[in-house]
């Protein structure tokens, strides 16, 4: 789904198999096994928490609860597998506003494909009910591929407020500051009266089916 980096078997359900592939070999055998993680249906439930919270505020002591593990032992988990490229964090942007929340992170997964493996979802993008979280996996995680592809150094985060307004992805280049909103349909945005007053200088996009490409290809212009 959205160019998974499974490129190589031509059917759907031969790319579907090699997913599930993916998962039981790589992340039993190499992260499990090598990494001396106890226990793998926890590792995995974890995961499938993470798959429905995209473009979310996620609480560890949260997704501790419902584990029934220890705060402390997610995080060597989520460390684990970020370091394993499964999954990445982006933190909140504040310039130390008391409105803005920061205290929460948001994980995102490398690959939209795996994602679906996880929780057994392969179908057509006209039958999701959860469009919205791939499109935003899609977009947030190509771009950040575009921009380390082009050595642009760039500082990724979210933006969110106490009274629940945010801006899905925002960036930080040469000082400079850019908002965008992930939307799967083209529909009017308002910029947040709060960002806007805050910061009057900074960027603001919808990004969208109709002007994505680019935003995420390196040959075309942003």
């Known amino acids: 789904m959205f160019d998974s980096l499974v490129k190589s078997p031509t059917s759907m359900s031969r790319r579907e198999e090699y997913l599930r592939e993916i998962i039981s070999s790589y992340l039993f055998k190499d992260i499990l096994v090598l990494e001396g993680v106890r226990y793998a249906n926890k590792l995995v439930r974890l995961l499938q928490l993470l798959t429905f919270q995209i473009g979310k505020n996620v609480s560890v002591s949260e997704l ?68 919205g979280d791939l499109w935003e996996n899609y977009i947030v995680t190509e771009r950040l591929k575009r921009q380390e592809y082009l050595r642009q150094t760039t500082n990724f985060y979210f933006w969110r407020t106490y009274d629940k307004k945010e801006i899905d992805m925002v960036e930080e280049r040469k000082g ?15 910029v947040p009266k709060d960002w806007r007053e805050n910061y009057p200088d900074a960027g603001f996009e919808v990004i969208h089916r109709e002007n994505y490409l680019g935003f995420i290809y390196p040959n075309l212009s942003t």
């Open 64 to 131: 501790g609860r419902q584990l029934g593990m220890s705060k402390n032992t997610v995080d060597r988990y989520l460390d684990l597998l970020e370091k394993a490229f499964v999954i990445y964090k982006r933190s909140g942007f504040s310039r130390n506003l008391c409105k803005e929340v920061t205290k929460n992170q948001r994980w995102y997964f490398f690959d939209n494909g795996i994602r679906n493996a996880l929780i057994g979802n392969f179908n057509p993008v006209d039958l999701r009910n959860d469009i």
């Open 176 to 190: 400079n500051l850019y908002g965008y909103e992930i939307k799967w349909k083209s529909v009017p945005v308002k």
